[in-house]
């Protein structure tokens, strides 16, 4: 049987159409492995948000071509979606966007028959698009619950839009047997995906369906929480705040990104919304939420940029103390409005005082989230464990807290047994930086 492996780079959507891949591969004669080394077929799934985005899969593709010679190699993801009609690599044995991934199979075919395909599909048909996947990337009793597509938000910086095409959600019936169908499998934390929840269902019913749809998944019956990713602050709907009061299966954790708090900066980039605004957000979600998790991010560097804006963002992540921030460097992506606003030689200059910036600013928000750590310690919550510290009897999860792959983990003692994706009650014992030290009750 032939063997195909992917290297799935990029955020969690991309870890989706990754599954999704893998899924057509398996019904098209192919075995998935983990070693590249053993595979016929190797799949770069790309990124190309950003610049170092970009750099990251050039070079994933340069040394798979490098170490597997033999293997044949396929370019896939936003990367070819963006430039797939332009390049010419031959590193690459075929390039294939992300638009339509019900063409893979196809593409599979001409690759192994030495066609060199370069396919940049249109949008399907939304009733032809694939609902269920039969291969999983995600640690043991977790999953990605991918709940729309693309982004009609205008960020002036963004080239999401562009890879990614305007708003396309899910149908809401679609959406919910896909979560019945990961429940039956045994998925116990379902991570609801999109570039901007609060959107779900405004370009198929008119309006914002995602409390409607929190409520339909967290009626279902099993064993299983939803944890949400990325809610833009502009389209944040506050009638979600009472349900995640109400249902103890959908977790207390917001991932906001704010991306500034300068209000010219702001206007430049295309956001609607203001420190003020953003702070009264977070206000909001306290008071009825008291535990509630906030992360957010933050872009420095964007056009405009100085020493009076970054005060001010630093202002901002003092008094909204947020629980986890991330933040990047403002990349200068061709086909955006940003892209004009400076040249090439004013941006790499500022570039340099942006991560400066960064550096300054990250020492900050590590110190609030160290602080805000504490509040775990001597509480019990669940934890689900994510594997074995060998030779020990530590175990490392994650409690509501922590996000997969972005936030800390917990670090557990158990004398008895534990297996990855097992769910158990632990007490937190103390705060470690970032990690939390615990015992499993």
């Given at each position: 049987m032939?063997?195909?492996?992917?290297?799935s780079?990029?955020?969690?959507k991309n870890?989706?159409?990754?599954?999704i891949?893998?899924?057509?591969?398996?019904e098209?004669?192919?075995?998935?492995?983990s070693?590249?080394?053993?595979?016929?077929?190797?799949?770069?799934?790309?990124?190309?948000?950003?610049?170092?985005?970009?750099?990251?899969?050039?070079d994933?593709?340069?040394?798979m071509r490098?170490?597997?010679?033999?293997?044949?190699?396929?370019?896939?993801?936003?990367?070819?979606?963006?430039?797939?009609?332009?390049m010419d690599?031959?590193?690459?044995d075929?390039?294939?966007g992300?638009h339509?991934?019900?063409l893979?199979?196809?593409?599979?075919?001409?690759?192994e028959s030495?066609?060199?395909?370069?396919e940049?599909?249109?949008?399907?048909?939304?009733?032809?698009?694939?609902?269920?996947?039969?291969?999983?990337?995600s640690?043991?009793a977790?999953?990605?619950?991918?709940?729309s597509e693309?982004?009609n938000?205008?960020?002036?910086?963004?080239?999401?839009?562009?890879?990614?095409?305007?708003?396309?959600s899910?149908?809401?019936?679609?959406?919910?047997?896909?979560a019945?169908r990961?429940?039956?499998?045994?998925?116990?934390?379902?991570?609801?995906?999109a570039?901007?929840?609060?959107?779900?269902?405004?370009?198929?019913y008119?309006k914002?369906r995602f409390?409607?749809?929190?409520?339909a998944?967290?009626s279902?019956?099993?064993?299983?929480?939803?944890?949400?990713?990325?809610?833009?602050?502009?389209?944040?709907?506050?009638d979600?705040?009472p349900?995640?009061?109400?249902r103890?299966?959908?977790?207390p954790?917001?991932d906001?990104p704010?991306?500034?708090?300068?209000?010219?900066?702001?206007?430049?980039?295309?956001?609607?919304g203001?420190r003020?605004?953003?702070?009264?957000?977070v206000?909001?979600?306290?008071?009825?939420?008291?535990?509630?998790?906030?992360?957010?991010?933050i872009m420095l560097g964007?056009?405009?940029?100085?020493?009076?804006s970054?005060a001010e963002?630093?202002?901002f992540?003092?008094?909204?103390?947020?629980d986890?921030m991330?933040?990047?460097?403002?990349s200068?992506e061709?086909?955006?409005?940003?892209?004009?606003?400076?040249?090439?030689?004013?941006?790499?200059?500022?570039h340099?005082?942006?991560?400066?910036?960064?550096?300054?600013?990250?020492?900050?928000?590590?110190?609030?989230?160290?602080?805000?750590?504490?509040?775990?310690?001597?509480?019990?919550?669940?934890?689900i464990?994510?594997?074995?510290?060998?030779?020990?009897?530590?175990y490392?999860?994650?409690?509501?807290?922590?996000?997969?792959?972005?936030?800390?983990?917990?670090?557990?003692s158990?004398?008895?047994e534990?297996?990855?994706?097992?769910?158990v009650?632990v007490?937190?014992?103390?705060s470690?930086?970032f990690?939390?030290?615990?015992?499993a009750?």
């Amino acid at each position: 049987m032939r063997k195909i492996y992917v290297e799935s780079l990029g955020c969690a959507k991309n870890q989706v159409d990754s599954e999704i891949l893998l899924t057509y591969a398996s019904e098209n004669g192919y075995e998935m492995t983990s070693d590249p080394a053993e595979a016929d077929v190797i799949v770069v799934n790309t990124c190309a948000f950003i610049e170092d985005a970009k750099k990251e899969s050039i070079d994933t593709v340069l040394s798979m071509r490098e170490n597997h010679p033999k293997a044949k190699i396929i370019l896939s993801g936003c990367l070819a979606q963006r430039y797939g009609s332009e390049m010419d690599f031959e590193e690459a044995d075929a390039i294939f966007g992300n638009h339509d991934l019900s063409l893979f199979p196809e593409i599979l075919r001409e690759t192994e028959s030495n066609e060199r395909p370069v396919e940049v599909p249109e949008y399907p048909d939304p009733d032809s698009e694939r609902d269920q996947r039969s291969i999983l990337l995600s640690r043991a009793a977790t999953a990605y619950l991918k709940i729309s597509e693309g982004c009609n938000h205008c960020c002036s910086y963004c080239a999401i839009p562009i890879i990614r095409g305007p708003l396309r959600s899910r149908p809401f019936e679609r959406v919910v047997s896909e979560a019945k169908r990961l429940i039956a499998e045994g998925v116990y934390e379902i991570s609801v995906i999109a570039q901007d929840l609060g959107a779900y269902g405004t370009d198929l019913y008119g309006k914002s369906r995602f409390t409607e749809l929190m409520d339909a998944l967290s009626s279902l019956d099993g064993d299983f929480v939803l944890r949400m990713l990325y809610i833009h602050p502009d389209t944040f709907p506050m009638d979600l705040l009472p349900l995640v009061r109400e249902r103890e299966k959908i977790l207390p954790y917001f991932d906001i990104p704010v991306q500034h708090a300068w209000p010219g900066i702001l206007r430049a980039m295309g956001r609607t919304g203001s420190r003020e605004i953003y702070l009264g957000l977070v206000d909001r979600i306290r008071e009825t939420l008291p535990d509630a998790v906030i992360r957010t991010t933050i872009m420095l560097g964007f056009p405009g940029e100085c020493d009076e804006s970054f005060a001010e963002v630093k202002r901002f992540i003092e008094e909204g103390r947020f629980d986890w921030m991330g933040s990047f460097t403002y990349s200068r992506e061709e086909d955006t409005p940003a892209y004009r606003m400076r040249g090439k030689r004013e941006h790499d200059k500022a570039h340099k005082l942006a991560v400066s910036y960064q550096k300054e600013l990250m020492e900050l928000q590590n110190e609030i989230s160290r602080d805000r750590m504490r509040r775990f310690v001597g509480n019990t919550y669940k934890a689900i464990i994510e594997e074995k510290i060998e030779g020990e009897e530590l175990y490392f999860g994650r409690i509501y807290a922590q996000a997969p792959d972005v936030d800390g983990l917990t670090v557990i003692s158990s004398s008895r047994e534990l297996k990855a994706g097992d769910v158990v009650s632990v007490r937190i014992l103390k705060s470690m930086d970032f990690d939390l030290d615990a015992v499993a009750l």
